[in-house]
Protein backbone atom coordinates (compact mmCIF):
# COMPACT_ATOMS: atom_id res chain seq x y z
CA UNK A 1 0.00 0.00 0.00
CA UNK A 2 1.19 3.20 -0.95
CA UNK A 3 0.12 6.26 0.90
CA UNK A 4 1.09 9.95 2.03
CA UNK A 5 -0.52 12.98 3.77
CA UNK A 6 0.37 16.58 3.39
CA UNK A 7 -0.69 20.18 3.20
CA UNK A 8 -2.27 20.68 -0.04
CA UNK A 9 -4.13 23.57 -2.77
CA UNK A 10 -6.60 22.17 -4.88
CA UNK A 11 -6.24 22.87 -8.22
CA UNK A 12 -8.87 21.37 -10.41
CA UNK A 13 -11.96 19.03 -9.74
CA UNK A 14 -14.32 17.54 -12.05
CA UNK A 15 -17.15 15.05 -11.75
CA UNK A 16 -16.22 11.23 -12.45
CA UNK A 17 -19.64 9.65 -12.07
CA UNK A 18 -22.73 10.83 -10.57
CA UNK A 19 -21.37 12.02 -6.81
CA UNK A 20 -17.43 10.38 -7.47
CA UNK A 21 -15.18 13.30 -8.45
CA UNK A 22 -11.38 13.33 -9.48
CA UNK A 23 -9.26 16.02 -8.12
CA UNK A 24 -6.01 17.42 -8.80
CA UNK A 25 -3.80 18.68 -6.21
CA UNK A 26 -0.32 20.62 -5.15
CA UNK A 27 0.93 19.01 -2.05
CA UNK A 28 3.57 21.06 -0.30
CA UNK A 29 5.55 17.46 0.01
CA UNK A 30 5.06 15.51 -2.92
CA UNK A 31 4.32 18.17 -6.49
CA UNK A 32 0.90 17.56 -8.22
CA UNK A 33 -0.93 14.46 -7.90
CA UNK A 34 -4.73 13.32 -9.14
CA UNK A 35 -7.00 10.77 -7.79
CA UNK A 36 -10.33 9.91 -6.83
CA UNK A 37 -12.46 11.27 -4.40
CA UNK A 38 -15.66 9.00 -3.34
CA UNK A 39 -19.10 11.28 -3.12
CA UNK A 40 -17.09 14.04 -3.83
CA UNK A 41 -20.55 16.08 -4.73
CA UNK A 42 -22.52 14.74 -1.28
CA UNK A 43 -23.34 17.97 0.64
CA UNK A 44 -20.94 17.19 3.37
CA UNK A 45 -18.12 17.53 0.90
CA UNK A 46 -19.26 19.94 -1.81
CA UNK A 47 -17.28 22.61 0.41
CA UNK A 48 -14.40 20.95 0.52
CA UNK A 49 -13.42 20.17 -2.82
CA UNK A 50 -13.53 23.36 -4.53
CA UNK A 51 -10.52 25.07 -6.59
CA UNK A 52 -7.69 26.89 -4.68
CA UNK A 53 -9.03 25.63 -1.13
CA UNK A 54 -6.08 24.59 1.27
CA UNK A 55 -6.44 20.78 2.77
CA UNK A 56 -4.72 18.42 4.66
CA UNK A 57 -4.90 15.57 2.06
CA UNK A 58 -4.48 11.97 2.34
CA UNK A 59 -3.56 9.88 -0.56
CA UNK A 60 -3.23 6.28 -1.27
CA UNK A 61 -3.10 3.26 -3.73
CA UNK A 62 -2.34 -0.39 -3.91
CA UNK A 63 0.69 0.14 -6.80
CA UNK A 64 2.70 2.62 -8.23
CA UNK A 65 0.69 3.14 -11.63
CA UNK A 66 -2.60 3.51 -10.14
CA UNK A 67 -4.93 6.88 -10.17
CA UNK A 68 -5.10 6.80 -6.26
CA UNK A 69 -7.86 8.19 -3.78
CA UNK A 70 -8.13 11.39 -2.14
CA UNK A 71 -9.48 12.42 1.34
CA UNK A 72 -9.14 15.60 2.88
CA UNK A 73 -9.97 17.96 5.96
CA UNK A 74 -10.55 21.62 5.13
CA UNK A 75 -7.83 23.85 6.25
CA UNK A 76 -9.19 26.99 4.31
CA UNK A 77 -12.40 28.12 2.02
CA UNK A 78 -10.27 29.99 -0.59
CA UNK A 79 -12.65 29.53 -3.35
CA UNK A 80 -16.20 30.89 -1.16
CA UNK A 81 -13.73 33.49 0.55
CA UNK A 82 -13.26 35.14 -3.45
CA UNK A 83 -16.00 33.50 -4.76
CA UNK A 84 -17.54 37.93 -4.71
CA UNK A 85 -14.03 39.05 -6.06
CA UNK A 86 -14.19 38.89 -9.68
CA UNK A 87 -10.46 39.78 -10.20
CA UNK A 88 -8.98 38.02 -6.74
CA UNK A 89 -11.03 34.86 -7.52
CA UNK A 90 -9.63 35.01 -11.73
CA UNK A 91 -5.99 35.33 -10.39
CA UNK A 92 -7.03 32.30 -8.19
CA UNK A 93 -8.05 30.36 -11.15
CA UNK A 94 -5.34 31.21 -13.75
CA UNK A 95 -2.81 30.43 -11.19
CA UNK A 96 -4.23 27.01 -10.76
CA UNK A 97 -5.03 25.85 -14.21
CA UNK A 98 -1.33 26.95 -14.79
CA UNK A 99 0.29 24.92 -11.94
CA UNK A 100 -2.19 21.82 -12.59
CA UNK A 101 -1.69 22.21 -17.36
CA UNK A 102 2.29 22.80 -16.43
CA UNK A 103 3.69 20.85 -13.68
CA UNK A 104 5.17 17.16 -13.86
CA UNK A 105 3.33 15.03 -11.92
CA UNK A 106 4.24 13.11 -8.86
CA UNK A 107 7.31 15.76 -8.92
CA UNK A 108 8.09 16.93 -5.67
CA UNK A 109 8.20 21.22 -6.04
CA UNK A 110 8.56 22.44 -2.72
CA UNK A 111 9.64 25.97 -3.86
CA UNK A 112 6.90 26.29 -6.24
CA UNK A 113 4.32 24.78 -3.99
CA UNK A 114 5.57 26.98 -0.73
CA UNK A 115 5.12 30.63 -2.96
CA UNK A 116 1.72 29.44 -4.12
CA UNK A 117 0.24 28.85 -0.50
CA UNK A 118 1.67 32.45 0.42
CA UNK A 119 0.32 34.02 -2.92
CA UNK A 120 -3.34 32.48 -2.04
CA UNK A 121 -2.93 32.98 1.84
CA UNK A 122 -2.32 37.34 0.68
CA UNK A 123 -5.20 37.33 -1.65
CA UNK A 124 -7.45 35.56 0.95
CA UNK A 125 -6.61 37.92 4.00
CA UNK A 126 -7.93 40.57 2.20
CA UNK A 127 -9.07 40.23 -1.53
CA UNK A 128 -9.54 44.12 -2.34
CA UNK A 129 -6.30 44.91 -1.14
CA UNK A 130 -5.18 41.89 -3.21
CA UNK A 131 -6.50 42.61 -6.52
CA UNK A 132 -4.09 45.93 -6.17
CA UNK A 133 -1.11 43.67 -5.52
CA UNK A 134 -1.36 40.05 -6.27
CA UNK A 135 -0.71 39.90 -10.08
CA UNK A 136 2.97 40.93 -9.25
CA UNK A 137 3.11 37.81 -6.89
CA UNK A 138 1.81 35.98 -9.38
CA UNK A 139 3.65 36.95 -12.89
CA UNK A 140 6.81 36.23 -10.34
CA UNK A 141 5.66 33.02 -9.66
CA UNK A 142 5.24 32.09 -12.96
CA UNK A 143 8.85 33.25 -13.62
CA UNK A 144 10.31 30.84 -10.97
CA UNK A 145 7.42 28.36 -12.71
CA UNK A 146 9.23 28.53 -15.94
CA UNK A 147 12.82 28.50 -14.09
CA UNK A 148 11.34 25.04 -12.13
CA UNK A 149 10.62 23.38 -15.58
CA UNK A 150 13.96 24.18 -17.33
CA UNK A 151 12.71 27.56 -19.08
CA UNK A 152 14.43 30.15 -17.06
CA UNK A 153 14.78 34.09 -18.28
CA UNK A 154 18.32 35.25 -17.87
CA UNK A 155 18.46 38.30 -15.85
CA UNK A 156 22.12 38.57 -15.70
CA UNK A 157 22.59 41.75 -17.06
CA UNK A 158 19.84 43.23 -14.25
CA UNK A 159 22.31 42.52 -11.61
CA UNK A 160 24.77 44.73 -13.85
CA UNK A 161 22.79 47.66 -14.77
CA UNK A 162 20.49 47.99 -11.98
CA UNK A 163 16.82 48.79 -11.76
CA UNK A 164 16.70 52.29 -13.30
CA UNK A 165 16.58 51.65 -16.92
CA UNK A 166 14.42 49.61 -19.47
CA UNK A 167 15.20 46.22 -20.20
CA UNK A 168 13.66 44.04 -23.26
CA UNK A 169 13.35 40.00 -23.93
CA UNK A 170 14.19 38.14 -26.62
CA UNK A 171 11.11 35.77 -27.53
CA UNK A 172 13.97 33.42 -29.03
CA UNK A 173 16.21 32.89 -26.18
CA UNK A 174 14.58 34.46 -22.99
CA UNK A 175 17.55 36.81 -22.45
CA UNK A 176 17.30 40.11 -20.88
CA UNK A 177 18.94 42.80 -22.69
CA UNK A 178 19.05 46.81 -22.25
CA UNK A 179 16.96 49.23 -24.49
CA UNK A 180 20.35 50.46 -26.06
CA UNK A 181 21.18 46.44 -26.53
CA UNK A 182 18.21 45.86 -28.44
CA UNK A 183 18.77 48.66 -30.63
CA UNK A 184 17.14 47.83 -34.28
CA UNK A 185 15.95 44.65 -32.74
CA UNK A 186 13.31 46.56 -30.19
CA UNK A 187 10.13 46.06 -31.61
CA UNK A 188 10.70 42.55 -31.66
CA UNK A 189 11.20 41.92 -28.08
CA UNK A 190 9.30 41.61 -25.65
CA UNK A 191 9.17 44.89 -22.76
CA UNK A 192 10.09 43.64 -19.17
CA UNK A 193 8.33 45.32 -16.48
CA UNK A 194 10.65 46.59 -13.71
CA UNK A 195 8.43 44.59 -11.13
CA UNK A 196 10.25 41.49 -12.54
CA UNK A 197 13.65 42.87 -10.80
CA UNK A 198 12.42 44.79 -8.04
CA UNK A 199 10.39 43.14 -5.27
CA UNK A 200 9.07 46.21 -4.28
CA UNK A 201 7.23 47.01 -7.29
CA UNK A 202 3.82 46.20 -7.94
CA UNK A 203 3.17 47.49 -10.85
CA UNK A 204 0.46 49.15 -12.82
CA UNK A 205 -2.11 47.68 -15.26
CA UNK A 206 0.49 48.08 -18.42
CA UNK A 207 3.33 46.17 -16.43
CA UNK A 208 0.65 43.28 -15.41
CA UNK A 209 -0.46 43.94 -19.37
CA UNK A 210 3.05 43.02 -20.26
CA UNK A 211 4.63 40.91 -17.76
CA UNK A 212 1.46 38.37 -18.65
CA UNK A 213 2.34 38.85 -22.35
CA UNK A 214 6.02 37.91 -21.68
CA UNK A 215 5.39 35.02 -18.93
CA UNK A 216 2.52 33.78 -21.40
CA UNK A 217 4.74 33.76 -24.21
CA UNK A 218 7.26 31.52 -23.10
CA UNK A 219 4.25 29.25 -21.14
CA UNK A 220 2.87 28.63 -24.28
CA UNK A 221 6.05 28.24 -25.98
CA UNK A 222 8.05 25.90 -24.11
CA UNK A 223 5.58 24.32 -21.81
CA UNK A 224 1.66 23.62 -22.93
CA UNK A 225 2.54 23.69 -26.57
CA UNK A 226 5.19 20.95 -25.88
CA UNK A 227 2.25 19.37 -24.01
CA UNK A 228 0.01 19.55 -26.79
CA UNK A 229 -2.15 21.65 -24.35
CA UNK A 230 -3.36 25.39 -25.36
CA UNK A 231 -2.81 27.93 -22.64
CA UNK A 232 -5.37 27.49 -20.18
CA UNK A 233 -8.37 29.73 -20.78
CA UNK A 234 -8.35 30.92 -17.01
CA UNK A 235 -4.64 32.71 -17.78
CA UNK A 236 -6.01 33.72 -21.23
CA UNK A 237 -9.01 35.19 -19.94
CA UNK A 238 -7.07 37.15 -16.82
CA UNK A 239 -4.79 38.94 -19.61
CA UNK A 240 -8.21 39.88 -21.56
CA UNK A 241 -9.46 41.52 -17.86
CA UNK A 242 -6.19 43.36 -17.89
CA UNK A 243 -6.07 44.50 -21.24
CA UNK A 244 -9.98 45.73 -21.26
CA UNK A 245 -9.07 48.09 -18.49
CA UNK A 246 -5.92 50.15 -20.00
Known amino acids: MLEWSSPSIILSTRYYGEIDGIVSVLSLDHGLYRGVVRAMGARKNSSIWQMGNFIAAE????????????????????????????????ILSSICAVAEGSLIERQSVPDIARLLFKILTFLTLDPQEAEEKALSQLLRWEVMLLAELGYGLDFSVCKEYGTGISYWVSPKTGKVVTEEMAGEWKPRLLPLPALFIDDQNQGNLQ????????????????IFYLKNKPLPNARVLLLEKIKSQL
Open 207 to 222: DWYDGLRLTGYFLEKH
Open 59 to 90: WSARLQDQLGHFKGELVRANFASLASFPFAFS
